[in-house]
């Protein structure tokens, strides 16, 4: 356990004290908090390729700053590992949406057993959420590409998919479910909200500007094969920014604290809009989540 994660309990908890030498005197409860996170840590650390810990420092203080509260206050951690539907792989990406678990779903499940593990025997208090992304039906384009233009077969698809992965997880601590069926249309409006500000953040910030850019042509293949058609004014990288904003601003809605698990993608960062690019709706999207990564096998 660091100097990062003592200092938390010493700030904000009785029974232990930092003082200006760097001792660190602890009661029984600080010692037994600071062995259990250590135990979560390394059950993460030890299982790369499945699970990853955060990126970002700002997101790893954070982690740690949860599983403490989670611990002293006896209160639950919310795990969520948003994942898209099978959408297939290589020059058929897309083509048509299929009724099985996707890779990014294969490696939400991966992480989901290791998770369920290493917290059962920590003896924290969490639940897993495991959300199929059927958020393609309102683009007339994508639904064209992947479902011929059917909105009902598609969401039937997502939700098959759904449960498929609910009975892969039968038996964690974990459950699957879709976007809709989960948020119904405040996801959709949120992310719409985003969209509006992203957009008007590229014409006024030229660094955000060469940002998106990057993103875009570094997706600019897999973009195209999504619309079957080439992207314009970088309409998906923006969508997909807006997305993970939107879950992420949903999430500190939340009635317990949310870690997700999400596959590497650029678009990552952008549950944290708030902190790491200035994008956000109120202060409260300012306070960092910690993203932990799932490792996908292609």
Do not use: W
Not at 69 to 82: E, R
Not at 98 to 118: C, H, P, Q
Not at 272 to 278: C, P, T, V
Request: include cysteine; hydrophobic fraction near 35%.
């Amino acid at each position: 356990m660091g100097q990062e994660a003592r200092g938390h309990i010493a700030r904000q908890r009785p029974g232990s004290v930092l003082n200006n030498k760097g001792t660190f005197y602890a009661s029984s409860e600080a010692i037994g908090v600071m062995s259990k996170i250590g135990e979560i840590i390394q059950g993460i650390a030890s299982s790369s390729d499945s699970i990853r810990l955060p990126i970002y420092k700002e997101e790893r203080s954070k982690l740690i700053k949860q599983l403490i509260d989670a611990y002293l206050d006896k209160s639950s951690v919310k795990i969520i590992a948003p994942v898209c539907p099978d959408y297939g792989e290589g020059q058929a990406f897309h083509s048509n949406v299929g009724v099985g678990i996707g890779r990014e779903a294969e490696a939400a499940i991966r992480a989901t057993i290791v998770l369920d593990n290493v917290l059962v025997k920590a003896g924290l208090d969490f639940s897993i959420e495991i959300l199929v992304a059927d958020t393609e039906g309102d683009h007339e384009d994508i639904l064209r590409r992947c479902s011929d233009g059917d909105l009902a077969n598609y969401l039937r698809v997502c939700n098959r998919s759904s449960l498929d992965i609910a009975s892969s997880i039968e038996g964690l601590r974990a459950q699957s479910s879709t976007f809709t069926q989960r948020f119904g249309n405040i996801f959709p409006q949120t992310q719409y909200a985003y969209e509006r500000l992203f957009k008007d953040k590229l014409v006024n910030d030229n660094s955000f500007k060469e940002e998106v850019t990057k993103i875009g042509e570094s997706r600019r293949n897999r973009h195209s094969l999504i619309l079957g058609r080439e992207e314009k004014d970088f309409e998906l990288t923006i969508r997909y920014m807006a997305q993970y904003a939107a879950l992420g601003s949903i999430a500190r809605e939340m009635d317990a604290p949310v870690i997700f698990l999400n596959y590497d993608t650029p678009n990552r960062l952008y549950y944290n809009a708030g902190f790491f690019r200035g994008v956000s709706f109120s202060q409260r999207d300012q306070n960092v989540i910690p993203v932990l990564g799932t490792v996908v096998k292609r």
